[in-house]
């Protein structure tokens, strides 16, 4: 048995795209520039410098493996710093492990996390079964590797529910799913499939499914 850590910066983004079928695995090629904040370059930059707009990429780009990210020292992915990625001023040996609620904050709304989340809600959908309980523990199994506990699989049974009726009473379902490049697949109830990206988005939450254990 090893020592029980989170895992790297890197690490966790591609998780969380391979998990919502997202993650393009073709080695080698040019650095990529996915989601990122905007305006992010610009404090960093010379006026009339070549890398003073941050222009993201689209297409397979977005959600290439994160060591292709392209990296400028002076205004570096905020994503990955906040999960302790080093910023590459200088080697680093070993790097810090921090535990902050910007975290959390970023898996549930940075762009990347958010259409991994609705993507994987498509996966349940369409992969895991008819019913709740089959879908849920098609989730776990997609995430975790792992059956849920009876008291794991109520909860976000509740999850499920409360979504599921939040989502019809208002519109805001449609503006999840538009969130991030991949369009939503139209075949799908647009209530339910937010709903379901919601589930996905706990479980990509997990304190299990972001450390090693």
Known sequence: RGPRFRMDAEMIRDYALASSGLLVRKVGGPSVKPYQPDGVWEAGAMIGS???????????????????????????????????????????????RTNTPLQALILMNDPTYVEASRKLGERIMREGGKTTDERIAFAFRVVLGRRPQARERDVLTQVYQKQRALYAETESAANLLKVGEAPADANLDAQELAAWSMVASVLLNLDETVTKG
């Open 50 to 96: 070549n890398t003073r707009d941050y222009q993201r990429d689209s297409g397979e780009n977005l959600y290439r493996r994160s060591m292709y990210t392209f990296w400028k020292r002076t205004a570096p992915p905020p994503t990955l710093v906040t999960f302790d990625a080093p910023d590459r001023e200088t080697c680093v040996v070993r790097r810090p």
